[in-house]
């Protein structure tokens, strides 16, 4: 377990996030048919219990940002991962091409109306980093604009830490040819063509502009209150259990205890119910 | 399999539900220990698929509906049984004591906010039911007013129905006995005493009362668009297992297909992605 702290995951803020350094095809060199299945099972548990708690106590929630290249493995993160916890307790937010009536405020407003409140988790897939990303690497925003964001994000993501929102960011790192085989899946299997979008395919072709417009929201918002994870998602299994090692570390770092019950609770006595009439 | 279709936890509309003639205990002469566990795997297996379509498609959307008394088992349902869909397919709504901003409009205004999108299942933890249940029973508004409430909510899940919305409603039917048992296990278990409400005990001593306003809101609002079904649920395992059998059933009467790809899927070709400069 040593070998996977999630600082393997991640910098510290003021350094710069170089990913052709990352290998997105990283293992820790744990054996995936051995140890990783009862890593998974064994952080899962803890997961659940550390989740019911969260619930119960009610006074910190936790904000999960996904990001990452189309095919990176952010839904099955979510099915896989935060499939484990209580759906009670979660709260899935998809951030898609702004509506009119988003597009007609600030960009942190639909952000800001979907941030779980107190006692949830909220996953965020996709989320206001679109704004420095494909805004940034389409032109769909003049560049003082898109500049002036990430400041802008780091301040508003204070303003949620300062507020007991925990904040805890993952980027899925996959290689290109990992995700050319995951387009060619989603092109020739009949469940998974619903996906197939041929926007995808405009993407790739900008790849590196990505990584760099990437590169820089890492680096630019990789704040102490707020860090970037990022996480080698080539192999899905070794995705979900980097994310699961993250999500219990933040988990840890919370002070997080059942609330006391209510005064003199020994003290009720529960009433019988007597034989119905009629 | 065959003991365990739906139709054994509902009646025909019209017919009145008489919740004395149904035994909370019962488990159709199933084996907890034996074929038990092999039906919810297979169950719930067959039900992630369908999620998975219904997801895809966005042509229809599963309204689930849960009442029941305290410690009927509403929160355990939704963990273990609705804990195996895809948690960015479901939202989950809890419906407390009303705001004062909900209590400024009609009773059904916060309800509709809340129904779930198409191609989302949206699970009601109580709901529209409670305004003619502790409403009636305590009292808390004038019998003219919840009386018309059945055909007011007949209508409103009509609309529903009607627009691509599957309404299934569950009672979760215990026996006093089964609930005395719980409240203790609150009442004296560290990590449950946070759940433990003084004023569940003044709803015990109006069981009747509630099993009357039950009766009557299960027997006027069974509709065939919108059906009520009645769960056995003093045995959690039994309860978790006609749970999911239901909404198979559900899910089997929808005509759920993944949608058609793209035209001309086979002809997009995946560009290449050349090694970055620099």
């Not at 009610?58 to 940002?65: D, E």
């Not at 980027?171 to 989603?186: C, D, G, K, T």
């Not at 405009?202 to 590196?208: I, P, S």
């Amino acid at each position: 377990m040593k070998k996977l702290g999630s600082q393997r995951f991640h910098i510290a803020p003021g350094e710069r996030y170089h990913l052709k350094h990352i290998d997105p095809h990283d293992d820790a060199g744990i054996d995936e048919k051995g140890e990783a299945k009862d890593l998974v099972e064994e952080l899962q548990a803890k997961l659940q219990s550390f989740q019911q708690c969260l619930y119960a106590q009610g006074r910190h929630a936790l904000l999960i940002v996904l990001q990452g290249m189309d095919t990176g493995g952010k839904d099955g993160t979510i099915r896989h991962v935060m499939g484990a916890f209580d759906p009670q307790g979660v709260i899935v937010t998809p951030f898609k091409v702004p509506t009119e009536e988003e597009l007609a405020h600030d960009f942190l407003w639909r952000i800001h109306k979907a941030v779980p409140r107190r006692g949830m988790i909220g996953i965020f897939n996709r989320s206001h980093y679109e704004d420095v990303l494909v805004v940034r690497v389409r032109k769909l925003a003049p560049e003082e604009v898109w500049r002036a964001r990430y400041e802008q994000i780091n301040q508003f993501e204070k303003l949620l830490s300062d507020n007991g929102v925990a904040v805890v960011k993952l980027f899925l790192h996959i290689s290109p040819e990992e995700q050319a085989e995951r387009l060619r899946e989603r092109q020739t299997r009949p469940d998974k063509q619903w996906k197939f979008n041929p926007g995808d395919l405009e993407d790739r072709a900008l790849w590196h502009d990505f990584q760099t417009a990437y590169e820089d929201a890492l680096t630019l918002c990789n704040t102490a209150w707020a860090p970037w994870y990022v996480v080698p998602a080539d192999r899905k299994w070794f995705r979900n259990l980097a994310v699961s090692r993250i999500l219990l570390d933040v988990f840890e770092g919370l002070e997080l205890a059942f609330p006391k019950p209510v005064p003199d609770i020994d003290s009720y006595v529960i009433p019988d119910v007597p034989e119905r009439q009629g």
